[in-house]
């Protein structure tokens, strides 16, 4: 059983950037589909991006344009960089694929 540590996360200003890394414990290579969630507080966990074994890509219409996931597989990492980040972007951020357990994931937390 695969298993992804996410980490990155910070507390970063409003407009500013974080790239996060999830690190997965073996190859990735066979994982067709790697997604990023999020979590805000008081909130229910959404689908942030994702990325198949062959890079498309596909984003949740509020983070077009100041999101992008990538995947290494030589590094076995799924990254995502978030531009121009909100405070509404603050929330616990999480990397899953199907049938892989859930991590601890990484908090990110946009304030002045």
């Known amino acids: 059983q695969v298993q992804l540590v996410e980490s990155g996360g910070s507390l970063v200003q409003p407009g500013g950037s974080l790239r996060l890394s999830c690190a997965a414990s073996?190859?990735?290579?066979?994982?067709?589909?790697m997604r990023w969630y999020r979590q805000g507080p008081g909130k229910e966990r959404e689908l942030v991006a994702e990325i198949t074994s062959g890079g498309r890509t596909n984003y949740r219409d509020s983070m077009k344009g100041r999101f992008t996931i990538s995947r290494d597989n030589a590094k076995n990492t799924v990254y995502l960089q978030m531009n121009n980040l909100k405070p509404e972007d603050t929330a616990v951020y999480y990397c899953?694929?199907?049938?892989?357990?859930w991590g601890q994931g990484t908090q990110v937390t946009v304030s002045s």
């Open positions: 073996r190859s990735i290579l066979s994982i067709l589909i």
């Open positions: 899953n694929a199907p049938g892989i357990s």
